[in-house]
């Protein structure tokens, strides 16, 4: 084999060995928090594709520099240019087109694919409203049409589709739960809307990523602007509505759970009016059963 020869199979060894090496721990890897929600797992299962669709590039390119180092290193100074390298128009014909196929396919899936996935499950009125306002350095939470107006937690029913309606009175902030992989702004003077389906009971006090955090840097108390969450069986979510909010959350610190509230506090949609809460309770607004 001549040494160009040798060169490259170097370098096609090296490339195979780093990416089966990639794809094995990218197996066995707790990359990702808890997975809560029916848009978590579509979430994950598009990054986890992702991840093993980079593994092979990057590893080539690790292959090409480590192969280049070792083969053409110069020992001392060096007198002058080495000889001109030419590129090769089949190799770079070749490289434009696997590349292009690889964005497109990442375009279809999981870009379209994930996307109508996510879509799919948000085309019906939700079960359960939840307003959640922002402040600096705290969240404001209230189930319309339940009398609860600053509740203390975040608590939702298991398989059951939750909007959430999401402003701030000051500056931006962000809605992230990353149990759910649900991230949007609070902007001053502008409702914005995300969709979620727990799927799984968990609350904050046996699992840290059932919070609310603000993810938007928002001032000196951005880091504590966070509230507990807590996924709970249906029964016993009509159970806490019924009581008003029930016992007091365990203390998410540090704590940004303090809760504005009197005249001006209370986000109102007016194209909207009371919205509906858990419909299958039968709360005012609801659909019943």
Known sequence: MTRPGRTLAA????????TGLG???LWRAPLLPTAAAHEARVSDEAFRLLVRLAVPVFAFVVSVLVVAVARFRVRGRPEGDGPPVWGSPRVVGAWLGITGLLAMGIMVNPGLVGLSELMAGHRHDPDVVVRVEGSMWAWKVSYPGSGIEAAPEIVLPVDRLVRFEVTSIDVIHSFWV???????DAVPGRVTEAYVRPTRVGEFETDPAFRLQCAELCGFGHAGMRMPVRVVPEEEFRSWLAAGGGKPPATCEPSGTELRSGPGAEVEDPERGPAPQLRAAGLPGGRGG
């Open 23 to 25: 794809e094995a721990l």
């Open 11 to 18: 370098a096609a060894a090296l490339w195979l060995a780093l």
């Open 178 to 184: 990353p149990a759910f992989r649900v991230k949007i």
